[in-house]
């Protein structure tokens, strides 16, 4: 059964930093691309920022690019989105998504959230 399990969101004031983290089980994470969405009240959700298998490749929203930095270490099956200089904007429900990066697996996976709030 795979798993998706997002921590570290929590409040922070206005330009501050806090990195959030999703570690996966029950799949082989290597063999996945990871991507961060985020959901705020009332609006769709939104990718954030994505990466490839083996970190070869990352994307990023307009809105967060030079503040949003994801990374992953497929040694512990965890994917992480350090982000700085936050904003009140920056206030969602952060989720973790798992897609196949290899023809031969199928699947579309994704973690429960974790709510980051970005206030003074």
């Known amino acids: 059964q795979v798993q998706l399990v997002e921590s570290g969101g929590g409040l922070v004031h206005p330009g501050g930093s806090l990195r959030v983290s999703c570690a996966a089980s029950?799949?082989?994470?290597?063999?996945?691309?990871m991507t961060w969405y985020r959901q705020a009240p009332g609006k769709e959700r939104e990718l954030v920022a994505t990466?490839?298998?083996?970190?070869?490749?990352?994307d990023y929203a307009d809105s967060v690019k030079g503040r949003f930095t994801i990374s992953r270490d497929n040694a512990k099956n965890t994917v992480y989105l350090q982000m700085n200089s936050l904003k009140p904007e920056d206030t969602a429900v952060y989720y973790c998504?798992?897609?196949?990066?290899?023809?031969?697996?199928?699947?579309?996976?994704w973690g429960q959230g974790t709510q980051v709030t970005v206030s003074s």
């Open positions: 990466i490839s298998r083996f970190a070869g490749s990352t």
């Open positions: 029950g799949l082989t994470f290597s063999f996945y691309n």
């Open positions: 998504n798992a897609r196949p990066g290899v023809t031969f697996l199928a699947g579309d996976y």
